[in-house]
């Protein structure tokens, strides 16, 4: 990973006052030359419990899969190495993605859009796949929601996930 990425925590301390309880990444995964991606907080529910104690990037291990739990949500950093990318694929979620250093081609099934720093795509439960074409890592930041399927979509599936197990398929 190329990119400096580092996590805070806000919550309340022990005298009831919003302090940073939690500095650091937790649940990092990486494949050499494809990408690095930290977990950055990741619930079982939505609404979010706020009164659940803990560091919830590493609720009931997220690790490989795509999708958040049933009614939850996955926080990410998400680093793609050039000439790399995520193939074809979707997920019965929302996706909020940000670009916030280098660039990446977001493909569907009828355009392409260069994202740049700043730029933002919601996703919601379609094809879709990544493809970095720069000589620069790109990151991405954002949130996978679980979501009402749309119905049959063609392509790759990544998986929905029950409370009990991960799937990835």
Known sequence: MTTHVNRFVVGLNA???SAVLRRGLTNVQSQEGLYWSATLWATEETPVNNTIDGDRSKTADPGNSLQPFPNGLICRALEIEPGSGFPMHHTDTLDCLTCVRGEIYLVTDTD???MQPGDT????GVKHAWSNRSSAPC???GTNTDATPLGSANGTHMGRRTNKERIIR
């Open 112 to 114: 392409e859009v260069l």
């Open 139 to 141: 990151l991405l930041v």
């Open 121 to 124: 795509v919601i996703i919601r």
């Open 15 to 17: 005298e009831n006052r």
